[in-house]
């Protein structure tokens, strides 16, 4: 019952800007840690970034300084917002709660991809 649907990827350029949303049923985003994770060509899933209950947010060293992770709780929203944008972002993104939830219930995922 517990789903989460990812949206906002796309194709685009290096130094390029793009905005992800997470739309989650089935539980209260009000009481868990949100999280977006992401999994590029022949690599394992790694978490990006993290948000708390409070809103205080936390990124991986990769991201740090270049993506910004906030939520709606009101919505059971949660987005990531991608600047400066390289090649070794190329990845499909995904949203969940940290720790994940559980592995029947990852989500499709939105596609990024980065030209060349």
């Known amino acids: 019952q517990v789903q989460f649907v990812e949206s906002g990827g796309g194709l685009v350029q290096p130094g390029g800007s793009l905005r992800l949303s997470c739309a989650g049923s089935g539980l209260s985003f009000r009481i868990r840690v949100m999280a977006w994770y992401r999994q590029g060509p022949g690599k394992q899933r790694e978490q990006v970034a993290f948000i708390r209950i409070n809103g205080n947010p936390n990124y991986a060293d990769s991201v740090k300084g270049r993506f910004t992770i906030s939520r709606d709780n009101a919505k059971n929203m949660v987005y990531l917002q991608m600047n400066s944008l390289t090649p070794e972002d190329t990845a499909v993104y995904y949203c969940?709660?940290?720790?994940?939830?559980?592995?029947?219930?990852w989500g499709q995922g939105t596609q990024v991809t980065l030209s060349s």
């Open positions: 969940n709660t940290s720790p994940p939830w559980d592995s029947r219930n």
